[in-house]
Structures are given as structure tokens and as C-alpha cells.
């Protein structure tokens, strides 16, 4: 992976400015057959050059490159940065020339995954990368921060320190069993070992919340006709979206519209109102909302204010999300002679905004719980879960062995959690594992 790569940097588009990237070994040759520094070369490294950008048809563009040195790059590597006009035409011939002087087109997360192969940064801070670039709330963008800063793979270190040190206690029961070279008793090693096991069982369990922060979630509203779905969804996202009738079966297809609702990007799902219908448009736009209903991460299950409490219909929905994540709202209580709202339910009046408030805040505690703290670690990625929960699988594993398999079973187990958290950081990591990770990423990160 030392051939020279290129790719642009900034989305396709018209703007202003626009970046192109390069890194590799033979870097200055392709550089000089695409660049034309305004006071010739050499370019001095660091320091912004006003170079004019040419192919075999002549000069295109003019912009700046910033030439960087290996090993103090990004990358590792020899590095330069182009900016030149927001034309993609401009981009397009760029990327051409440098092609044609001998650059490759970089694949996806290549940059990164350079920076990685190079030791710049483990594989918790490359996930992190991805998830600054993805975050679509402040909450989701301070998850990547973290791991950026290190926050992550600092706590993993220490965590990798414990199993170290407590592998050396087990390795030395069982190989100078009369020499007491053990420093800790037995008592307190397999207590370390069953704290360490917890703590990654813990922030394993953060990963949903993580991914809801970084990668937003699907709320959907869903009720029979007429319950105020399509009023409460124009209220949570401040504009009139949805068409409102009294008509029942106005909403016969599903509306999407993303919307930050707290901490959380949402896209809120306005359904189609259950009834018995014979009309086959409104029966088709019934069948499509069950269907994109059944991948929502939550439902909020809007029920109309009626005298007698719940009617029929919204009984039924009750029952048949009882198992799914949700919140309950009873609507329209401004209604004459309606009975209290049921205990579970936010009472609401859609048309006035009335408990909008508390369904806003109910929504993304179901989604995200508390909102963390700036102390709490929280993942976002399920590569980084499924290990944090093997790592704590091997030391139960380790603490489980000594009574009847001994210290030898225990020591190579707490030995294979090391390994687990090798493959966490990316000291130890299989082709595969990298592929599969950098494919996430955009060409030119």
C-alpha cells in the first residue's frame, strides 16, 4: 500500500473551494506532473504554495497544495493537499491527471487505514473518525471526539494492564507454585478479574445509545384513523408537513422527514390510520406502513381521547406492541367529556402543543435514556460491543476454570481476553477485520 493514492476530500458539488488528496511513496513525481508552483520547486514542507494545476491538454486551474512529510503526516506517509475551485469538472480533471502520472484512485477509508498500518492511530480511533464524519447531533459528534482524544483507548489500556498483570499472577501459581512469587492473593486477583469482566459487559451495553446518537433512529406514529397522527407529526417537527383532514384515510402513504428531537436525529414515520377498509389505495398504504413499522427502533402509538378511554382499535394496537420499544400518547384530551388519560400515556392536544414538551423528552429517553454525561464513555459501534463482551466471556471464563480445570485453563483464558483486546485496538488484526471496517468509510477519509 506505498503507491501513491489520490481522491478528493470534499463531497461532490458546487462551492466555493474543493480538496483533493494525495499520499504514497514517489509522491514529488507525481506532484510535479500536475503542479506548476508559482516560484518553481522545490515547495517547502508545511507552508501553503500557490501552484497552477496542468495535464497533457495544458493549464486548467490554479489553487494551493500544503505538502507534508513522512512520518508527521495523517498517514505516515508523504502527504499533499490540494485546494482548488468547488468545480467538480475541475476535481474530475485533477484526480485524471494525477492518474495519469501514475497515482491510483484511492478505496474507501484508504487515507485512514494507512494511518493505522503506519501506527498513527489504533483501529478505536479510525471507528472514531467515521463517526465524527457521520454524527448528525452534538451528542453523536462527542461520541467520535472521545475516541479521537483517546478517551477509549486509554480505558482499554488500562483494561489490557489488569488482564496482563493479572495473567502473570496465574502464570506464576503454576509455574513457581513453592516460590511464592505472587504479589496479590487469590482473593483479590479473581476480584480484579471479575470487575474488569463487568466493566466491559458495562460499556458494552452503551453501543444502541452510541449508534442512536451518531447514526440518528426511525420513530414511527402509528394509531387509528383520525387519532392525530399526522397533527402530532407536523407539531414535533415545527411545520406543517402532513396533510391534516377530518376525513378519515387522509394519510395513505408514509411520510418521512428527518428532524433532531433532543439529543437524537430522528426520521419520524407518519402511517397510514388503521381501519377496516375496503378501498384498495388506503389497503396498500395500511400494508406499507406495517411493513416499514416492523424496522422502526421506536413506535409511538398514538391513541384518540374518547369518553370511554381506549376504543377497540387502539386496545388492539396496545396488545400487539406490547413488546416493542414505544410510548404511548392520548390525544385530543381538549375534548369534551373525555376520560383521564391511562397511566402509561402522555396526554397531548396536537393543534395547540399541549404535552408536545414531555413527548419530546419521553421519545428520546426511550431512544437514548439519560443523556450521557461528558464522564461517560459510550461506543457506537457493534465490532467494538461484540469484543468488549468477548473479553468478559474469557475472564468469566478464567475465574470459572480454577475450581475444577485449575490455574493453567485460567491463565490461557484470561491470555485469549489479551488477544480479544489486541483485536479491539488493531495490534493483532485479520485482513478481513480492515476491509470490513474501512469499506464504511468515504473515498478521500
Known sequence: MSEVIVAPATPWGYGALALVRFSGEGLDEVLRAVLQPFGGWPVPEGRQRRVYLRDAQGVFDDGVVVIGRAPQTYTGEDTAEVTCHGNPLVVERLVASAQAAGARLAGAGEFTRRAVLHGKMDLLRAEAVLQVSRARTLDGLQVGVDGLEGRLSEWVAEIRETLCEAAAELEARLDYPADELAFRADEEVFALLAETARKCREIAKTAPVGRTLVDGARVALVGAVNAGKSSLFNALLGRKRALVHERPGTTRDVLEVTCTLGPVAVTLLDTAGERATDDPVEAAGLALAQELVADADLLVVVLRAHPEGVDPIGRTLLERTEQRP????????????????????????????????????????????????????????????????????????????????????????????????????????????????????????
Open 326 to 445: 414505544r410510548v404511548v400518547v392520548y390525544n385530543a384530551i381538549d375534548l369534551p367529556d373525555v376520560a383521564p388519560a391511562p397511566a402509561d400515556a402522555i396526554p397531548t392536544v396536537a393543534i395547540t402543543g399541549e404535552g408536545l414538551d414531555e413527548l419530546t423528552r419521553s421519545i428520546a429517553r426511550a431512544l437514548v435514556g439519560e443523556q450521557p454525561g461528558q464522564s461517560r464513555l459510550v461506543i457506537a459501534s457493534s465490532r467494538q460491543r461484540d469484543l468488549f463482551l468477548e473479553v468478559a466471556r474469557r475472564v468469566e471464563e478464567a475465574i470459572g476454570a480454577v475450581p475444577d480445570a485449575g490455574i493453567a485453563v485460567a491463565a490461557d483464558a484470561v491470555t485469549r481476553g489479551i488477544e480479544v483486546i489486541d483485536a479491539l485496538t488493531g495490534a493483532e488484526t485479520r485482513e478481513a477485520v480492515l476491509y470490513t471496517l474501512f469499506a464504511r468509510f468515504c473515498i478521500g477519509k
